[in-house]
């Protein structure tokens, strides 16, 4: 439950449209619901703005099944993100919770309606693509259209040259860059715009799976340009939706 959604139950007990009783066991739910094996926050988008997701890694099918059972059941909590699903977990959580679309390896439920804001999002190379999808479908979820623009390295900038007007246009950027990771500073030189710098694992052996780029984005002279983990792309999402407002 977010506060848009709180301010309209407030409203309907106000008004008679809903009852006491009602209310109380909506609000029940807050701030989480106890499944023995997970507590569910249902609290998380009231308090940020952008609402829990369930990260797949670790847990059984059955467990991501039930979390995203869970978190459907509220029925103002925004969108539902299943991420780093295998086939087995996705399939489980779609079985039991119809409606879910998949991309790769993130299944989103409820995304929300569209809404404003011009988000690039810039790959280095090809390999950096699964990284870069998750950051676009978790976007798409939270209502955002972004547009993808993939192998911009800095071995051929000419390439990312090319879209100069867009970098431009760009209300936020997302980079996502392996090996050294020279990308977000290049593209923090040149767009005004805030920009998202994943780092990924991509990369020969000097490039530590990720820690070159990590580090080098960290250590950047482009000033002001924000790192997330490595190949963290929800990460570098959420950080998107935070900068432009609540998800709702």
Not at 186 to 204: D, R, W
């Amino acid at each position: 439950m977010d506060e848009p959604a709180l301010r309209r139950l407030l409203d309907d007990v106000r008004t008679g449209t809903l009852s006491a009783d009602d209310a109380v066991a909506r609000l029940r739910r807050l701030p989480f619901a106890d499944l023995g094996f997970a507590r569910v926050d249902h609290h998380r988008a009231l308090r940020q703005g952008v609402a829990e997701a369930v990260y797949a890694p670790g847990k059984t099918a059955e467990h991501c099944a039930a979390i995203v059972a869970e978190l459907l059941a509220e029925p103002h909590g925004g969108p539902v993100l299943l991420t780093r699903a295998s086939d087995e977990q996705a399939d489980a959580a779609l079985a039991r919770n119809p409606g879910g679309t998949r991309t790769d390896a993130t299944v989103v439920w409820r995304p929300e309606p569209s809404r404003p804001g011009r988000v690039l999002v810039i790959t280095a190379g090809t390999a950096d693509l699964p990284v870069a999808r998750e950051a676009v479908s978790t976007l798409a979820a939270y209502g955002f259209a972004p547009h993808l623009v993939a192998d911009c390295g800095v071995a051929g900038v000419h390439r990312l040259l090319a879209t100069a007007d867009e970098l431009a246009e760009a209300d936020v950027i997302i980079v996502v860059a392996g090996m050294e990771g020279a990308l977000a500073s290049l593209v923090g030189g040149i767009a005004a715009c805030p920009v998202i710098a994943v780092p990924t694992s991509v990369g020969y052996g000097a490039a530590l799976e990720g820690v070159t780029a990590l580090l080098a984005m960290l250590a950047t002279c482009a000033a002001g340009i924000t790192v997330v983990g490595i190949d963290n792309g929800f990460g570098a999402a959420c950080a998107v939706a935070r900068l432009m407002g609540s998800a709702r």
